[in-house]
């Protein structure tokens, strides 16, 4: 029996493993500003559409904007920034305190980003399901986060965000005419 195992079968193989982004040695609750990208599943352009450099957004992305605005009423100590919904991605800056707490006071411990972001995307994800008529609606796994350390960084973050629907047809994340 044991030499069943001998030469593992291909499905028994190990996969690739991703590798993360975060910084391993960095805590995602300390206070401070961080810049978060999020894309579609597939980058499939179900948020808005984008015409003459302006955002027109779909029901989804009407979904999308109004969880990004309750992000403070779920989260006291948070605070949001510059945001954007774009086609198939949406950009934005979240600042967290020193009074950061869920808003559930049984819940004592700190959210880290990832906690916020697993709740935005869950809120948002089942509001698209049900409210916009998109079962099949989802988001890439994970985010991408940037810890913004200095005021300068902010200040050229919080125009890319503002500039990102006058970029979009260059944009390579862009299928060229397969959106709304």
């Not at 810049?35 to 955002?55: A, F, G, P």
């Not at 009074?99 to 935005?120: G, Q, W």
């Not at 698209?128 to 989802?138: K, L, M, T, V, Y």
Request: hydrophobic residues 40%; proline residues 6%; glycine residues 6%.
């Amino acid at each position: 029996m044991a030499d069943m195992y001998r030469g593992k079968p291909h499905f028994m193989r190990e996969l690739p493993q991703r590798t993360s982004l975060r910084l391993k040695d960095r805590d995602y609750s300390v206070p401070g500003f961080y810049y978060i990208t999020i894309c579609t599943l597939n980058k499939i352009e179900w948020l808005s559409s984008i015409v003459n450099d302006e955002l027109c957004l779909s029901p989804a992305g009407s979904i999308v904007q109004s969880v990004w605005d309750s992000l403070p009423n779920r989260f006291p100590g948070l605070y949001i920034d510059g945001f954007v919904v774009m086609p198939n991605h949406i950009h934005g800056i979240i600042l967290l305190t020193e009074h950061l707490r869920y808003n559930k006071p049984e819940l004592v411990m700190k959210p880290t980003m990832s906690r916020i972001i697993d709740a935005y995307k869950g809120a948002a994800t089942y509001l698209i399901r049900r409210n916009a008529g998109i079962p099949e609606f989802s988001w890439q796994k994970s985010a991408h986060i940037v810890i913004v350390h200095k005021e300068r960084a902010l200040h050229i973050t919080c125009r890319y965000i503002a500039k990102n629907p006058e970029r979009w047809l260059a944009d390579r994340f862009h299928s060229r005419g397969t959106g709304l």
